[in-house]
């Protein structure tokens, strides 16, 4: 019955998290939304990209409050670095018309431009981490991948921005929807369950001592190990949730002293279950005695336990958490200060049976001389005295729900509470973000810091400390000269202060980080630079060599040895993704419907959830550009006309086959099938191939679709040639009928080969 126990076992596997459920459903969104026909139109050719952007800029929270603020960040870097690489473009054309389309200078300020975007736009802050690779990734998209046009176009504004707009919003639509199957996180959250072990933890401890059983020691000290990792884990939760946006009536601040008072109630009940000293055991005697301490401390934990139930209930109602019961729904205002009444009562009767027990037990052993201690007097006692120190605590808690649900009450309508804007803000990493290598912070120097005086800067106060000695004799007047002037207090005072500026300078990790990343880039921009007829030049189109720059950029780290340690996982990462994208090419082709379920990247997905997730994470990089542009984007046909007769050749030496791809670059030399009188030798881009179904043979061969005869049509969009808008087709689109002379390939990225 091997079948029927595998069911059963999946039945019983636990539910993914819903970290994982938003993943999954915003790749599911991004893929669909790429394979809609009017995705190309408003996208253009960096269709592939809106999956790309997802792990790049927006990747899926849980957490609403975490995704619009990660949203409201990284799009303004995105925009930033659109705004930045679209002025490099606008300026590499200004010079294009001026010196020529093939000018050095054009390609030099491109270059210009990437190498100082490369330079500042790297930061080692969490909160800014995917912002500066975001924008990164967006000069080199477009200023390394750019054509060279004598006018600027704002489609390399539009149609970028449209494709992190729809990672964006797809993150956001899962988050809010999440949001409504998932309970709310943060500081809050984190009270009540650390709350709720504390009243657990309380039961079983008075149950212990009362009963002096030894059934339940086990899982009372596990209580103990879980409310301690739950209670030190409230100080992170407390430093994320404070720097969070939030919407609600009352601010995370006012829950900040639970956090000491959680802390003190944990103590208390963790001494209060101390061993017992080794001394005589009870007389039969005392029994009796100690016994009257069992319905006072009974009562006392049953109050306090009711307490704690009070304050969840309070928090659970001011925070929108959700509670058993729904006690957090009937909560009134006066309960709290009822809790207290009850506390304090049943505190002074534990407190009043407490005192003659122990002063007659004393008297009694001093008189006898008795220098052992009772066992059972002895835990009693200590565990009377921790319920005093706890009840004691819980009354100030008690008093802080009431001024919590007075908050609440009194607030008219929720508020947005905005996270202040600071360095440790930026410090802070949000929490609902995978991240993507568990790495420790590089420490940093004294002189980083400035936390501490080194041996230079005390020299430095030293010399700005230091009067100037008083002249004895009167000078009869000032000779201004550049000595002079050097010499006076300001300008020492300047110099001083700019030789410690510069000594920083010299001596800084950022800087010098800045300096490797825009050297590589700079290093790895060359072939962009070259002239359209160099060969590196057209192997750096044909390869897309774009995407060794993007590599460096995501590998590249501050010191070596953590540069390879990355490096390593995310070449394997990426060989990963790329073998998953040929697979899927593999199964479904171009097929959109297997498209979309196959990148929706399930596989790797989980793989993200890995002790190393830059594994999963490259790999879900790497896949689209590879997955979204393989299949059939080249077409070969060969020089038959529809009725199967042979074309005549305009121009001799031409193949046989002719390869057309998208994304192509042509030049439209001859054009006498269409009403649009283009000149001769305009240059443009492949956006699309017409064919019908009956032209295909359905031979593959290396991404190559065959066909019978030339395509019906092959859209061009010129670069530099004003054409007026033909129909439904967009802006300098023309209809080109692809016979022999008519197009030249320049240069292809898939399928195609060099000719003229």
Not at 275 to 303: F, V
Not at 632 to 637: I, K, P, Y
């Amino acid at each position: 019955m091997v079948g029927p126990r595998f069911l059963s076992s999946l039945l019983v596997m636990p539910r993914p998290p819903a970290q994982l459920w938003c993943r999954m459903s915003v790749t599911f969104i991004c893929a669909l939304v790429a394979v809609l026909g009017p995705t190309p139109k408003l996208v253009g050719t960096y269709t592939y990209l809106i999956m790309t952007a997802k792990d790049v800029s927006f990747p899926p929270s849980a957490n609403p409050s975490a995704q619009v603020e990660a949203l409201i960040v990284n799009t303004i870097v995105v925009l930033i670095g659109l705004g930045w690489s679209n002025l490099g473009l606008a300026c590499a054309a200004f010079a294009a018309r001026r010196y020529g389309i093939n000018s050095s200078i054009s390609r030099v300020i491109q270059a210009c431009f990437l190498i100082t975007l490369g330079f500042f736009a790297r930061s080692r802050m969490p909160r800014l981490t995917l912002a500066s690779r975001a924008i990164s990734f967006i000069g080199i998209w477009h200023v390394a991948r750019a054509p060279g046009t004598l006018e600027w176009d704002y489609h390399n504004f539009t149609e970028l921005l449209f494709a992190f707009s729809i990672a964006g919003a797809a993150s956001l639509l899962v988050s809010l929807v999440a949001q409504l199957f998932t309970h709310p996180g943060g500081y809050a959250n984190d009270l009540v369950d650390v709350v709720e072990i504390i009243k657990d933890l309380l039961q079983h401890s008075t149950s212990q001592t009362i009963t002096n059983g030894q059934k339940s020691t086990l899982q009372t000290g596990t209580l103990h190990s879980k409310s301690l990792d739950k209670a030190l884990a409230l100080h992170i939760s407390y430093a994320y949730s404070v720097y969070e946006l939030r919407v609600g009536k009352v601010p995370v601040k006012a829950i900040k002293p639970l956090l000491i008072t959680v802390n003190r109630i944990r103590e208390a009940l963790a001494w209060g279950k101390a061993p017992a000293l080794e001394g005589t055991e009870t007389p039969s005697r005392e029994s009796s005695t100690l016994a009257q301490l069992d319905d006072p401390c009974s009562a006392c934990a049953i109050a306090i336990a009711d307490g704690i139930s009070t304050l969840q209930a309070a928090v659970g109602k001011c925070f929108g958490i959700r509670l058993p019961n729904d006690t957090h729904k009937t909560i009134d205002l006066d309960d709290p200060l009822m809790a207290q009444t009850n506390i304090a009562n049943a505190r002074a009767g534990l407190k009043a049976a407490l005192n003659p027990i122990v002063h007659e037990t004393n008297k009694t052993c001093t008189l006898g001389r008795v220098e052992s201690h009772h066992k059972e007097l002895f835990r009693k006692s200590l565990y009377s005295v921790s319920l005093l120190q706890i009840s004691s605590e819980l009354i100030h808690a008690l008093a802080l729900a009431h001024d919590l649900l007075t908050i609440h009450h009194a607030a008219p309508r929720p508020y947005i509470f905005f996270p202040r804007p600071s360095w440790f803000w930026l410090g802070m990493s949000p929490r609902s973000v995978v991240a993507e290598e568990d790495i420790p912070s590089t420490p940093r120097s004294v002189t980083e810091t400035g936390t501490e005086f080194g041996e230079d800067r005390l020299l430095f106060d030293e010399a700005r400390m230091a009067p100037l000695p008083v002249p004895t004799t009167t000078a009869h007047g000032r000779k201004w000269s550049l000595v002079n002037v050097m010499c006076t207090p300001a300008m020492l005072h300047a110099r001083t202060r700019l030789s410690n500026w510069l000594w920083r300078a010299r001596h800084s990790k950022d800087l010098q980080f800045a300096f490797k990343h825009a050297l590589g880039i700079a290093i790895l921009m060359i072939p962009a630079v070259l002239p359209e007829s160099s060969s590196a030049k057209q192997y750096y189109d044909s390869s897309y060599d774009v995407w060794a720059i993007i590599s460096f950029v995501y590998v590249i780290e501050p010191n070596t040895a953590l540069t390879w340690r990355t490096a390593i996982w995310r070449v394997f990462g990426t060989g990963l993704g790329a073998l998953y994208a040929f697979a899927a090419w593999y199964i479904v082709g171009t097929n959109p419907y297997g498209v979309v379920v196959l990148a929706a990247e399930i596989f790797i997905t989980w793989l993200v959830r890995l002790s190393t997730p830059g594994v999963g994470i490259v790999a879900s990089i790497t896949i689209p550009p590879l997955y979204a542009k393989s299949g059939v984007r080249a077409q070969l046909f060969t020089g038959n006309a529809a009725d199967g007769t042979s074309v005549k050749r305009d121009t001799g030496g031409l193949p046989d086959t002719v390869f057309v791809a998208v994304e192509m670059k042509v030049m439209v030399t001859y054009n006498i099938r269409t009403d649009l009188d283009a000149a001769d030798g305009a240059r443009g881009t492949v956006v699309q191939v017409i064919t019908d179904d009956s032209n295909r043979t359905g031979s593959y061969t290396a991404h190559i679709q065959e066909l019978n005869r030339p395509p019906i049509c092959v859209l061009v969009k010129l670069w530099s040639t004003k054409v007026k808008k033909l129909g439904d087709l967009d802006e300098e689109v023309i209809p080109i009928v692809p016979i022999w002379s008519q197009v030249t390939e320049k240069n292809s990225s898939y399928g195609g080969r060099n000719f003229r």
